[in-house]
């Protein structure tokens, strides 16, 4: 038996190593092989250099990488099953879920946004990626594994635009926009000159290249184009004269409150309690304004500014419907809040100064003109109502504060 | 007279079952030396088939391995796991069918021609 020394055995690992074996395993399990085989047959004296050629050259037809392509295809044949397999089990769980979390999200039920995470989470991280690999390693042509790679980028991001406006996360118009550039910037043009190259898919090609530019045109328009501008700025106009108003009758009535409080005639604890409350809740509304400003038109003000609200066309009535009720349509605590505070300042008022209903706030419900039935103030204001008119609501009640302090100190 | 390769790549799977079914553990040059001495030099496994069977086996669960130090080198050994067993009786037994039905395939052609 020719006993191998620890040069002989890095000489031949090192030669599989430059022969592109790569698998470490593999690597392990072919230097014993070859070391089984000199120790058996080399007899002491004789070349081992010229040897170890000649044994490692009846191994495979030509160069040892190919025993480590074989294993690669052999061990991804037995993946590829696995990984059919679990593209269908997740774009069938994806499908399923968006379907039912679309369906409860029009009836407002619970559980309808779990559902759509779900399905787009599992159809962006699992299904589309899965995708990928099946496909490209289906095809050898590079340009074809670029087109397929722009193509699941371009669809992870659609699906990520879509949950981030269904969620009224912010960045999700940046995030639309990007989406929209780059199917129709790269990709299209990629899979277009991809496909016009191929006789046999020339046709193909043009039929889905038109489709595809049509159905990118249409998700731009939906997102940029608005339903009714001049609506908008019919709101914006409205709202400004209301804050007018609102900043009008606050200069008038501070006036009056320094003539009052000079008389030593009138009740000065009455009258600061009347400032103090009319103060506090004409605040609170502005900060609701400012809030709902911000978070629907993604700025960071810190005063209410109505200007460009009309550039809002994100799901116009949903979003800020979604922020002021819940998801079974009741109010949700920043109209509680609001109901109550200006229900206190109207018990204010009437313990305070005796007025009648009619010259407090009004929160009745509204009868429904169709079947007579009352309509909630939340809802009758709030619900499913266009944005620019939830803020013109809300600076209607701040001028309502202003008129009804009016009336107790005029 | 030495068989075809391409007759022993459609077997070599049942082949390696079967001797492991038979013995506790081996390593892949022991493997090619059993057959080599069962068959009286008749079958000759390549190396270049033999590993990427084992590998792919073994991917399949259907081995199990344990490595020894020889020396400065590693030796690894391979031996059936459950399910192993189990797919190696089955393996046997569908390829003994296989014979059956060649032999007699194989007789009808040799009374017709």
């Keep these: ?410 | 007279m030495l068989f075809s390769s391409e007759l022993i790549k459609g077997t070599l799977k049942t082949i390696i079952l079967k001797l492991l079914s038979e013995n506790k553990r081996m390593y892949g040059y022991e493997i090619t030396q059993t057959v080599k001495e069962l068959t009286s030099d008749k079958i000759q496994l390549t190396e270049g088939a033999l590993y990427p069977t084992l590998h792919a086996l073994e991917a399949e669960g259907l081995l199990t391995t344990e490595t020894e130090y020889i020396g400065k080198r590693v030796r690894k050994y391979y031996s059936l796991s459950k399910n192993g067993k189990a797919k190696s009786l089955e393996k046997v037994n569908e390829f003994a069918d296989f014979i059956n039905t060649m032999k007699f395939l194989l007789d009808i052609k040799t009374k017709t021609t």
């Excluded at chain 1, 042509?141 to 635009?161: E, N, P, Q, Y």
């Excluded at chain 1, 879509?162 to 989406?179: N, Q």
């Excluded at chain 1, 009347?274 to 609701?288: A, D, G, N, Q, W």
Aim: charged residues 20%; negative net charge; proline residues 2%.
């Design chain 1, 1 to 410: 038996m020719y006993n191998l020394s620890e040069q002989q055995i890095e000489y031949i690992l090192n030669d599989i190593r430059r022969n592109g074996v790569e698998m470490e395993d593999l690597q392990l399990n072919l230097l014993d092989h070859i070391c089984c085989i000199i120790e058996q047959n080399l007899k002491e004296g004789d070349d081992f250099e010229d040897f170890y050629r000649k044994t490692v050259k009846q191994f495979c037809k030509h160069e040892l990488w190919e025993i480590e392509e074989e294993t690669i295809i052999l061990l991804t044949i037995k993946n590829y099953y696995v990984m059919k397999k679990s593209m269908i089990i997740s774009g069938t769980i994806s499908v399923a879920a968006l379907l039912f979390g679309s369906f409860f999200k029009i009836m407002h039920w619970p559980g309808a946004n779990v559902m759509l995470l779900l399905g787009i989470g599992t159809l962006c991280l699992i299904f589309l990626p899965l995708m990928l690999l099946l496909k490209t390693k289906e095809t050898d042509d590079k340009r074809d594994k670029l087109v397929i790679g722009a193509g699941t980028l371009v669809g992870m991001l659609l699906c990520t635009s879509v949950l981030f406006a269904i969620m009224h996360w912010p960045g999700r118009t940046p995030l639309w926009m990007t989406t929209c550039a780059l199917s129709m910037f790269v990709l299209i043009p990629l899979y277009f000159f991809t496909g016009i190259r191929k006789p046999e898919a020339k046709i193909n090609t043009i039929i889905v290249t038109i489709i595809l530019v049509g159905a990118t045109g249409l998700q731009f328009m939906m997102v940029n184009v608005r339903p009714s501008r001049t609506m908008e700025i019919f709101n914006f106009y409205a709202n400004q004269d209301l804050a007018s108003a609102c900043s009008y009758a606050t200069e008038q009535n501070n006036a009056r409150y320094k003539t009052l409080l000079n008389d030593s005639s009138s009740a000065k604890k009455e009258l600061n309690e009347l400032r103090r409350r009319s103060y506090s809740l004409y605040k609170k509304i502005e900060e609701i304004k400012l809030d709902l400003i911000n978070t629907i038109l993604e700025r960071n003000d810190t005063l209410v500014d109505y200007m460009n609200i009309y550039t809002y066309n994100d799901g116009n009535y949903d979003l800020p419907t979604s922020l002021l009720f819940n998801n079974l349509g009741q109010p949700n605590s920043i109209l509680m809040r609001l109901r109550n505070d200006v229900d206190s300042f109207n018990l204010f008022i009437k313990t305070t100064y005796d007025k009648n209903s009619f010259s407090m706030i009004n929160t009745n419900g509204t009868k429904d003109l169709n079947d007579g039935h009352i309509i909630l103030w939340e809802v009758f204001n709030f619900y499913q109502v266009p944005f620019g008119i939830v803020l013109r609501n809300l600076t209607q009640i701040q001028l309502d504060v202003r008129i009804v302090e009016a009336t107790c100190i005029h």
